[in-house]
């Protein structure tokens, strides 16, 4: 569920010329990349180009991406004062490039094809921001969450107010599916999620309900947390790969579908292995 163009050489030619955030500025831009995949395997969804840190930018977080490293925030979030710092966004004014991005997509896809828009959960947000980038073990975030509740809390609750208004921008602009990214959920166990994360991911799949438009709720290594990730919301749950499908299949429950469940290393599999 990731843009799946990013070994094209027509996306490469394109790289070679503008960095990600470039790329993200421009709607043309946007929707070239977007719809290279499409052109060339007639896949049945487009996902929009974009990174799911874009909203942080307009609250007030200085962000870069360096080669073969990932994210980095030059001015993480480490105490009350930061987060109450942290700017209201107007998602219409700030993020409009990846609105009218939308709307050039769909204007350029075939009726049967759909297009989908996401962001980040706010526990993912979160960890970009305290941390200030990428980590292995969270330990800056967990701290956080533990020492300062109250302001963890607020932090979040901005997350959500932010993460709302984007992906109802999103639909409004064009967006048919909406997918909620909380990549590093599974860093947390079970008890953890329920009591700092869960109830404001739900709060998110409630907003969006009245949108008529399906969800994705998608986490990574969250085999111990599908019952809870399913009841916090989403049409389509996803499934870590450790999980068998028909069990992932029941644990999420009834009237939901599910994505995922391949070990991305099958892939580097022979022909005849993968296709069984």
């Excluded at 994210?71 to 609105?99: C, H, K, Q």
């Excluded at 073990?137 to 993460?163: C, D, G, Q």
Aim: glycine share 8%; net charge negative; proline share 7%.
């Amino acid at each position: 569920m990731r843009q799946a163009g990013r070994f094209l050489p027509e996306y490469r030619a394109v790289r070679e010329k503008h960095t990600l955030l470039e790329i993200c500025a421009e709607p043309e831009l946007t929707a070239e990349v977007t719809l290279q995949p499409i052109r060339r395997f007639e896949m049945d969804g487009a996902i929009i180009f974009a990174d799911i840190l874009l909203p942080l930018v307009p609250m007030g977080i200085d962000l870069s991406f360096i080669p073969d490293v990932g994210p980095s925030i030059a001015n993480p979030i480490r105490t009350t004062e930061n987060v109450a710092a942290l700017r209201p966004v107007d998602v219409d004014e700030a993020l409009s490039s990846t609105f009218m991005a939308l709307s050039l997509v769909r204007a350029e896809l075939p009726a049967d094809t759909a297009l989908i828009g996401f962001a980040g959960a706010p526990f993912t947000l979160a960890s970009y921001l305290i941390e200030g980038g990428p980590t292995r073990n969270f330990i800056k975030t967990k701290s956080f969450m533990y020492h300062e509740p109250e302001t963890f809390r607020a932090l979040m609750e901005k997350l959500v107010t932010l993460t709302i208004a984007y992906l109802t921008a999103q639909a409004e602009a064009g967006a048919q599916v909406l997918q909620l990214f909380d990549s590093w959920v599974g860093y947390l166990g079970q008890e953890d999620y329920c009591r700092y994360i869960k109830p404001h991911s739900a709060a998110i799949f409630e907003a969006l309900r009245h949108l008529g438009c399906p969800t994705i709720h998608f986490g990574v290594g969250t085999g111990e947390l599908l019952e809870d990730l399913s009841e916090a919301g989403g049409d389509v749950i996803g499934l870590d790969w450790r999980v068998p499908l028909d069990e992932g299949w029941a644990r999420v429950g009834e009237g939901k579908a599910v994505q995922g469940n391949l070990d991305p290393a099958v892939l580097y599999a022979p022909h005849d292995f993968i296709r069984e």
